[in-house]
């Protein structure tokens, strides 16, 4: 009867047992790759969240958490400004854009260093050649003595108006308002006489890729 019964299903054509689960096992087979598909899916997804995420958080408390509060002043080394502490924070207070020029004063300074080394290096190679490198390193060094002469008669009158707050507020405020312009304009105008010698130093460094997610991905790749 047993046997009778099997061969009528075959004949049915109606799926045996074995055939169930044959096919049940393909089934799985088939669904294993398209589930390893669909969560390598969901991890990038969900780095690309996490990246999006974070640059949001970054931009809220960068700019709407202390959205009506002054900003605070944070300690920055910078190694070719003789200025105090106290009075770089005052200039950030009370003369940002005079502020904002130091601190790309230091970055120009660095770059000129830099550079100067490097050509050190190159005549050092090639000590036959030591008057091509001595003849470019010249030109940088220079440059690099200009710059620095330029900031450097902008820190006295910087230091006078400090103490000179500190000592009379009133008169303090008033000789921002007479001399932070022009202090602000000297400033600016020796930073593009060198940022014109600098440019060609920049233009050779990589760029990092536009825009929040690639710029995050360049950085995590140049952490690696």
């Not at 393909?26 to 995420?53: M, N």
């Not at 005052?90 to 790309?104: Q, T």
């Not at 400090?162 to 400033?187: C, H, M, S, W």
Request: net charge positive; proline share 5%; glycine share 8%.
């Amino acid at each position: 009867m047993g046997l009778l019964k099997k061969k009528k299903k075959e004949e049915s054509g109606e799926p045996t047992e074995q055939t169930q689960q044959a096919k049940g096992g393909d089934d799985a087979k088939s669904t294993r790759p398209q589930k390893k598909s669909f969560i390598k899916k969901l991890i990038v997804l969900l780095v690309i969240l996490g990246i999006l995420g974070g640059g949001g958080f970054f931009a809220y408390t960068k700019f709407f958490s202390g959205s009506g509060k002054d900003p605070v002043y944070k300690t920055v080394p910078l190694a070719h400004v003789t200025l105090p502490d106290e009075m770089l924070a005052f200039c950030f207070a009370h003369m940002g854009e005079l502020y904002d020029s130091l601190v790309a004063f230091n970055g120009e300074m660095d770059l000129f260093e830099t550079e100067i080394a490097r050509i050190d290096a190159v005549g050092a190679k090639y000590p036959d050649q030591m008057k091509i490198a001595d003849s470019e390193k010249k030109i940088w060094v220079k440059g690099k003595d200009s710059l620095k002469k330029s900031f450097e008669k902008l820190e006295k009158p910087i230091k006078e108006t400090y103490v000179l707050f500190q000592v009379n507020p009133t008169q303090g405020r008033e000789k921002i308002d007479q001399t932070a312009e022009q202090l602000i304009q000297a400033a600016k105008e020796a930073l593009e006489k060198a940022r014109e010698q600098t440019a060609p130093l920049k233009d050779a460094m990589p760029k990092p890729p536009e825009g929040l997610v690639g710029g995050t991905l360049y950085k995590i790749k140049k952490m690696f």
